[in-house]
């Protein structure tokens, strides 16, 4: 058996003479994996990845269950001149495992197990005929499906890793739909869970929640071995209990090792999204959290509430929350049985001028609801320095409902992925109006805005009902934030942000993600603010530190099943489903509450530090930039007048707030809405002052670390291409979008930065340093010198850092275009069988 060690630099406790040992003593534990009978005299090669985990690469074909069932531990022996070590114990926690070449790649984790799977089937790739097809094997876990070949991806100038996943992975979670096809019968069918397949199929179409379409031919497949994997993947892809989820196996396998850390690292928080950022994520999970909170914001007048420890008082409300000082305990206790849910006042952020921002749900006692609601606008009321007023918004009555946004997310994607370009160019803005996704984009950010205006200018308090306050009120709260507050526009607060309104407050991620396949329940109600923040972004690119890349991405992490952030209705969810499974697994949890998953916001689980530099946004100008004054290292800030009001994006044409009637015309094959100009209305003193507020606030400068507000008209709510259309060969540009620009600001940047390094070396030193400090960079682009003139690389395209290629075949093997072959089926999410097509 011949050891090859492959060196890491990572590795910086290893003696550097450790990689200079020849021969290495291997030993294996073979009676409690039986590995001999299937590994005899094999090569093998152990390495560590980048985070130091060990990594076994293994050229012959292994078993399933000895891959994903089973943990071995290696006894690492030394021999030869200059030992490092006698011994060394390592416990694999992650093993990839290479079929035919190195290139050929499965990863495995901690819990996950093979179900299934089925050799010679070939991948349709997005081209108009099938040369450009990929022939391999495709595996069905019960965390993924993958699909292992040694061909190399054809027309892909460059592809963004996620460590999580492979090149060809599909998160179960992430399966929106799955269609059986057999052109020999002509038959088509829509898996569900627990159905039987009457034919064997020659094709599987599998419909991804993010936009994806993947297609594979089993034309050379054995016909059985076919139909098994795609009823395996239909049946672990719609689980039927919470705890089937793959993040249960992963935790339950790997709790309590090495001091309690997930992978490595500690259980709670989450690193900031740059290369080396030590900031981390507040979870909220803690009463110190919400107590930093308060001091940042300066609220006085409110506390951190504990009664709700336990969840004794809602199974919908984190532990710890803000209320008013004026309200004590016993008066909540008796308050919480009259509102739905027992969901009690929640404070969500406080202005300098004292008022608040509340969310609360509807009072079902109609008898004391009069009194209640007094005594709840009392207390806000006395927590305001000046005993401003209290606005209340009822959010049901001014925002479209969890349904109608559905349905327009249904025709958005039916729009954006199913149809050809061909057959819907000529109506296309007329079809995106009719879906009326941005029509509720553009409502939300109305809403949020005239909102701004009561908390700002009005100085009052905004109390923000619903019926379960946990579904708009998530929305509308959290952009209130992103407008005033310039913290929640930086990577750090704004997951801070997300994990205090969304994850802690309750919002049904189970059953708005849809992550069992309840339906009724659907509503992405978190895209939607997502996409409503990319418009604040798009419009005002210099006051967000995030780019939209940062955004796509974390949408896409909302599908991936190994994380707890997006994965229930609740923190309560949270700790009663694992210590339930904790029990069941005889894992002894102690003290904790529950079991602690992996927290999202690491981003080093799924990204390495290169690709995590595209998080950041060129554009965005920090609070202070540093200057150099006789040798000393100062700070200046930045006054309004620094600021151009091109930054904002202005039209030639606004006037006093206004544009003109050529603006909202949009020019040929745009992706502007042209919404319809709203109608004069009778307006009151408010809505008067509402519109003074804006034309004062679009004739002057933006403030980028202040208050931003957002554009309302239709040529400036616009789609967000990156998002629904990164997986469409034909919407992809070459050299083109908005990468370009971004690009050749990453390299300005750079030089900025370099530049100021230089500033900074002390007289006499070697300017060549400057220019080494690459690490420190914050940008993905990064510049090769002073006036880099270096062109646009050629991988970059509209949909970068995603590929489109191997994504969506719009013409089958056939001929047929995709959307004929799908006529029949009104909606995705149908579970009948689909007509048989001539």
């Given at each position: 058996m011949t050891i090859r060690l492959i060196r890491n630099r990572r590795l910086k406790n290893w003696s550097q003479s450790f990689y200079q040992v020849v021969k290495v003593l291997f030993a294996l534990h073979w009676r409690s994996t039986g590995l001999e009978q299937h590994l005899p005299q094999r090569a093998l090669e152990i390495g560590f990845r980048d985070d130091c985990r060990l990594i076994f690469v293994c050229t012959a074909n292994l078993p399933a269950p000895i891959m994903g069932g089973t943990y071995w531990t290696w006894k690492l022996k030394s021999c030869g001149t200059n030992p490092v070590r006698t011994s060394h114990t390592v416990t694999i926690d992650t093993l990839?495992?290479?079929?035919?070449?190195?290139?050929?790649?499965?990863?495995?984790?901690?819990?996950?197990?093979?179900?299934?799977?089925?050799?010679?089937?070939?991948?349709?790739?997005?081209?108009?005929?099938?040369?450009?097809?990929?022939?391999?094997?495709?595996i069905c876990s019960n965390f993924k499906i993958s699909f292992i070949t040694d061909d190399p991806m054809p027309l892909q100038k460059f592809h963004y890793r996620n460590l999580l996943l492979g090149e060809?992975?599909?998160?179960?979670?992430?399966?929106?739909?799955?269609?059986?096809?057999?052109?020999?019968?002509?038959?088509?069918?829509?898996?569900?869970?627990?159905?039987?397949?009457?034919?064997?199929?020659?094709?599987?179409?599998?419909?991804?929640?993010?936009?994806?379409?993947?297609?594979?031919?089993?034309?050379?497949?054995?016909?059985?071995?076919?139909?098994?994997?795609?009823?395996?993947?239909?049946?672990?892809?719609?689980?039927?209990?919470?705890?089937?989820?793959?993040?249960?196996?992963?935790?339950?396998?790997?709790?309590?090792?090495?001091?309690?850390?997930?992978?490595?690292?500690?259980?709670?928080?989450?690193?900031?999204?740059?290369?080396?950022?030590?900031?981390?994520?507040?979870?909220?999970?803690?009463?110190?959290?919400?107590?930093?909170?308060?001091?940042?914001?300066?609220?006085?007048?409110?506390?951190?509430?504990?009664?709700?420890?336990?969840?004794?008082?809602?199974?919908?409300?984190?532990?710890?929350?803000?209320?008013?000082?004026?309200?004590?305990?016993?008066?909540?206790?008796?308050?919480?049985?009259?509102?739905?849910?027992?969901?009690?006042?929640?404070?969500?952020?406080?202005?300098?001028?004292?008022?608040?921002?509340?969310?609360?749900?509807?009072?079902?006692?109609?008898?004391?609801?009069?009194?209640?609601d007094q005594r709840i606008c009392n207390a806000i009321t006395k927590s305001h320095p000046q005993r401003s007023d209290v606005y209340k918004s009822d959010l049901d009555k001014t925002l479209p409902n969890i349904q109608e946004i559905q349905a327009a997310f249904v025709k958005l994607k039916q729009l954006c992925v199913n149809e050809p370009f061909e057959e819907t160019e000529e109506k296309w803005l007329s079809s995106l109006e009719n879906t009326r996704w941005l029509e509720y984009v553009r409502a939300f950010l109305k809403q949020s805005a005239e909102l701004v205006y009561i908390l700002e200018s009005k100085h009052l308090s905004v109390v923000l009902q619903e019926e379960e306050g946990r579904d708009l009120s998530c929305i509308v709260a959290s952009l209130i934030q992103v407008m005033l507050d310039p913290y929640f526009r930086t990577i750090t607060g704004f997951q801070s942000l997300i994990q205090k309104e969304w994850v802690m407050a309750g919002y049904q991620f189970l059953d708005r993600c849809n992550h069992l396949k309840r339906s009724e329940k659907e509503s992405p109600l978190f895209l939607l603010f997502l996409d409503a923040t990319w418009q604040l972004l798009e419009q005002y690119p210099a006051a967000f530190e995030f780019s939209e890349t940062y955004l796509a991405v974390l949408y896409d992490s909302t599908w991936i099943s190994l994380f707890g952030t997006?994965?229930?209705?609740?923190?309560?969810?949270?700790?009663?489903?694992?210590?339930?499974?904790?029990?069941?697994?005889?894992?002894?949890?102690?003290?904790?509450?529950?079991?602690?998953?992996?927290?999202?916001?690491?981003?080093?689980?799924?990204?390495?530090?290169?690709d995590r530099t595209l998080f950041h946004n060129p554009s965005y100008i920090g609070k202070s930039s540093p200057c150099v004054q006789n040798g000393a290292v100062k700070s200046f800030?930045?006054?309004?007048?620094?600021?151009?009001?091109?930054?904002?994006?202005?039209?030639?044409?606004?006037?006093?707030?206004?544009?003109?009637?050529?603006?909202?015309?949009?020019?040929?094959?745009?992706?502007?809405?042209?919404?319809?100009?709203?109608?004069?209305?009778?307006?009151?003193?408010?809505?008067?002052?509402?519109?003074?507020?804006f034309r004062e606030f679009f004739s002057?400068?933006?403030?980028?670390?202040?208050?931003?507000?957002?554009?309302?008209?239709?040529?400036?709510?616009?789609?967000?291409?990156?998002?629904?259309?990164?997986?469409?060969?034909?919407?992809?540009?070459?050299?083109?979008?908005?990468?370009?620009?971004?690009?050749?600001?990453?390299?300005?940047?750079?030089?900025?930065?370099?530049?100021?390094?230089?500033?900074?070396?002390?007289?006499?030193?070697?300017?060549?340093?400057?220019?080494?400090?690459?690490?420190?960079?914050?940008?993905y682009f990064r510049a090769s010198g002073p006036h880099d003139t270096s062109g646009t690389p050629e991988f970059l395209s509209s949909s970068f850092p995603f590929s489109p290629v191997g994504n969506l075949c719009r013409r089958s093997i056939l001929g047929t275009p995709l959307s004929k072959f799908l006529s029949g089926a009104k909606i995705w999410l149908s579970t009948e069988t689909l007509a048989n097509e001539d």
């Open positions: 990839w495992c290479s079929r035919r070449s190195h290139n050929d790649v499965f990863l495995f984790f901690k819990g996950e197990i093979v179900v299934n799977e089925v050799n010679f089937v070939r991948k349709c790739i997005a081209t108009d005929t099938s040369q450009y097809d990929l022939w391999g094997k495709l060809h992975d599909v998160p179960l979670t992430c399966i929106e739909q799955i269609v059986t096809v057999n052109d020999h019968k002509r038959k088509q069918k829509v898996l569900g869970p627990n159905q039987k397949l009457k034919f064997n199929p020659t094709e599987l179409i599998i419909y991804c929640k993010d936009f994806r379409i993947v297609r594979f031919r089993f034309d050379e497949s054995g016909p059985e071995s076919a139909k098994k994997v795609c009823l395996a993947i239909a049946h672990y892809s719609q689980p039927t209990d919470l705890q089937l989820l793959f993040a249960f196996e992963y935790v339950g396998k790997k709790y309590h090792n090495s001091a309690n850390k997930i992978n490595g690292i500690p259980s709670g928080g989450g690193s900031g999204a740059g290369g080396g950022s030590s900031q981390k994520t507040p979870l909220f999970e803690t009463y110190s959290d919400w107590d930093r909170e308060i001091k940042r914001t300066s609220a006085s007048g409110w506390r951190v509430c504990s009664v709700n420890e336990g969840y004794m008082i809602s199974t919908c409300l984190p532990e710890y929350f803000v209320v008013p000082s004026s309200l004590a305990d016993q008066d909540l206790k008796i308050f919480s049985h009259s509102f739905v849910g027992r969901r009690m006042p929640l404070w969500c952020w406080s202005h300098s001028n004292g008022s608040a921002l509340v969310r609360m749900a509807l009072i079902k006692d109609m008898l004391q609801q009069r009194k209640i997006f994965l229930f209705n609740s923190p309560h969810q949270r700790v009663k489903q694992s210590t339930e499974f904790a029990i069941s697994k005889n894992i002894q949890l102690g003290d904790e509450k529950g079991l602690k998953f992996p927290s999202v916001w690491d981003w080093s689980l799924q990204f390495s530090a290169k800030k930045r006054t309004k007048k620094s600021y151009s009001s091109t930054l904002r994006g202005m039209p030639v044409s606004l006037k006093n707030g206004i544009l003109s009637d050529q603006e909202l015309l949009p020019r040929r094959n745009s992706l502007i809405l042209k919404a319809k100009p709203d109608p004069p209305q009778q307006t009151d003193s408010q809505d008067s002052g509402v519109e003074q507020y002057k400068p933006v403030d980028l670390h202040g208050v931003i507000l957002p554009h309302l008209s239709g040529t400036h709510i616009k789609l967000w291409k990156l998002c629904y259309f990164r997986w469409v060969p034909e919407a992809q540009i070459n050299l083109g979008g908005s990468i370009t620009a971004f690009h050749r600001l990453s390299l300005l940047a750079d030089e900025v930065d370099m530049l100021s390094r230089t500033l900074r070396q002390p007289r006499g030193g070697p300017l060549e340093a400057c220019y080494a400090e690459v690490d420190r960079s914050r940008l």
